[in-house]
């Protein structure tokens, strides 16, 4: 299984709202709804933000949307706050109780 | 709430095996929803699945690690573990362990270890 690509680098300014995207292949991301995203604070254990495509977990905020099409998944994230500053990675099923993950994504609060 | 913990060396010499324990406290490792799992950090590098295990002892691995990565758990201390073998200075990483919720409609990485850096060099 090849890695997910997710582009280095994104920012944007408090407020705003940033797409980070996730392209994978037919035998992963456009099979299964089994996308998730992690954001992961230097230092810090990841900790998941979305799951399932598009479902939030217990006490992240709504500001936090995911998507797919096809091949590709989407992490939105929309009125940026600060606190947001973190690397973004991508997740998805595979089949067989693998998964594959994608590169990781800088996100930068200007 | 569950909270997972590695142990183990820090540093490992090339061609030897890189071993590590998780202990897993807050609940129950003999569950049926959570399989236990290990992933890993290179230095300014993106995640890579290694592998997980179920508590019955069923295992799946990443194919590119498979021939190298063994993955056991004993239900008893509440610990599962990881050995990889060979290894290379490639085989620099924070290591996680994790608990991997994979019920139909959510498979997700839900609980997290604080990491274990790990460095191969002689």
């Known amino acids: 299984q090849s890695a997910l690509t997710q582009p280095r680098s994104v920012s944007g300014s408090p407020g705003q709202s940033v797409t980070i995207s996730c392209t994978g292949t037919r035998s992963d991301v456009g099979t299964y709804d089994y996308v998730s995203w992690y954001q992961q604070h230097p230092g810090k254990a990841p900790k998941v933000m979305i799951y399932a495509v598009n479902k939030r977990p217990s006490g992240v905020p709504d500001r936090f949307s995911g998507s797919k099409s096809g091949n590709t998944a989407s992490l939105t994230i929309s009125g940026l706050q600060a606190e947001d500053e973190a690397d973004y990675f991508c997740c998805s099923y595979a089949g067989f109780y693998i998964f594959v993950f994608g590169g990781g994504t800088k996100l930068t609060v200007l | 709430q569950l909270q997972l913990q590695e142990s183990g060396p820090g540093l490992v010499k090339p061609s030897e095996t890189l071993s590590l324990t998780c202990t897993v406290s807050g609940g129950s490792i003999s569950t049926d929803s959570f399989y236990w799992g290990w992933i890993r950090q290179p230095p300014g590098k993106g995640l890579e699945y290694i592998g997980i295990?179920?508590?019955?002892?069923?295992?799946y691995y990443n194919p590119s690690l498979k021939s190298r990565a063994t993955i056991s758990v004993d239900t008893s201390k509440k610990q599962f573990s990881l050995k990889l073998s060979s290894v290379t200075a490639a085989d620099t990483a924070v290591y996680y362990c994790?608990?991997?919720?994979?019920?139909?409609?959510?498979?997700?990485?839900?609980?997290w270890g604080q990491g274990s850096l790990v460095t191969v060099s002689s």
């Open positions: 295990i179920y508590y019955s002892g069923i295992t």
């Open positions: 994790a608990a991997h919720f994979l019920v139909a409609g959510y498979f997700s990485i839900d609980y």
